[in-house]
């Protein structure tokens, strides 16, 4: 979601008491360094000991709540000003921070918290402007807009409150086959109307008004009403064995669909049966058959005038993941949905990730090994090789991560490194990174010279390691040059304005963009 801009954490505790505000001592402080490696000055506020979380949202909003101890504080970050102090409760989650206050999900009549709690909104003096008796599920908030699910079942009831009064704006049951609780909404960055809800039926929904267009979508698939369901966790290669019951309207296995993505006026997105390209009214303008039965949680991207689909072969139950469908690779004509070539490795393991490169190799990533095969093939060629970095290992994540690319630094600027027919970026989880040719062969690009792209769009962060700094760097968006650059323990987020904003351990820095 496009509001949520920079987050240390996601969610925290939140409040019940005010306090009274005060000015924040700050002083000005060298954070980072520019281009000529000369020192870059913020104003810089401490924020105490025993900080928990920092948290910040809005594209626009200068605010920034810290947790430090039992309290929660707001600090305005253009002129360090404390705006507000308040309690914390331990079972309350706050969910943004806009100008005026904070959203808020809490229940006062349950011991333990739950995902369906009841709306409230708080000033930054902490008094409660608003408040819901209602419990709900929060699908999303977009323009001052929050819209909730009102049950676990799956049945399609929605409610809009006005973020800023708590007014009801509409309160809605979706049309068809409903949208899945568990699904994500797609939020268009450009446009401030409409959200687009995933089910049995994709929906458009206007955000104000709770009007929707909707189109037949299968994102879901059932196998019975009770039965004793045995799944296999492809991280592990653990089975696990339980009684299953049909729940409300909810599918059995849900996410068998990919991202999102938009070209123009289009919006490209597949189910488990097709690739869909519709126009902005969910008028579908084509849609590509996959190959038949094989369909299921899949990633979807630009290369050029094609589009490159690469299906996993795995899907979500409530407990975890699941084999569902098989895996392949495909791609299809950009205007037309004309099928250009489909890839189905003979790979018996499940897939825990993978990369289809702009150039047409496919890589494919199981538990414990990597294969290739090119466009078009139907063998997939294993990959020997031995990371040069160790890992610990943790049944909970992958050992290894795959990407499309990684940056290095170079004559003052990001060079990206490609996963193409030569090679495959991986890397160690958490650690270094692995440039991995066809025949095994590996150079290491160390953790901390290796930068992804991080919250903000033109910052980029090599690895947080637990306890060490972390390099950060600022991009010039028109040159593409590093702007500054930083080495600490904490986070930085750049506003589209050029703004910065620092958080350490010990406290937090502003700096406004210099012409």
Known sequence: MKRLLWVVAVMMPLLSVARTDTAAVF??????????????MFKFATVGKDVKSFFSFGADSRKITVRNRELLTVYDTETMKQTSSVEISPLAKIISVFDDGFLVLKDNDKLLSTDFLQPHFYSYKGEEIWSSKKRVF???YKNNVLVCAESRSNDGKY???DTPTGRELWRKTMPGNKPY???????????????????????RLDIRNGDVLSYPFRAGADIGDFRIMINLNPFDRTLYARYFWKDGNAPDIVELHSNWLERGDSLFIADADNLYCFNRNLSCLWKAALPKGMGSISEIKFSGNRILLLNYGVGFVRSGMCEYGQPFAASYDVTDGRQLSVTLPDIKKPLVGGVYADDGRVYWQTRKDFFHSAEGDTVAYKIKFKAKSSFGWSKDVRKYVVYDSVCIVRDGALQSIKTDGRQLVVEVYGKDVNIVGLDGQVTVIPADEAYFKDVSEYVFSTNRIEGKPTHFVAVDPASGKIKYTFYLKGAVHQFEDGDILVVSEQGIGYRKNEP
Do not use: M, W
Not at 181 to 203: H, K, M, Q, R, W
């Open 27 to 40: 002083q000005h402080l060298a954070l980072g360094r520019d281009a000529n490696g000369e020192k870059v």
């Open 138 to 140: 929060l699908n999303f």
């Open 159 to 161: 409610i809009a409150f």
């Open 181 to 203: 609780v568990l699904c994500s909404p797609y939020i268009p960055e450009n446009d401030s109307t409409y959200a687009y809800l995933i089910g049995n039926n994709l929906i």
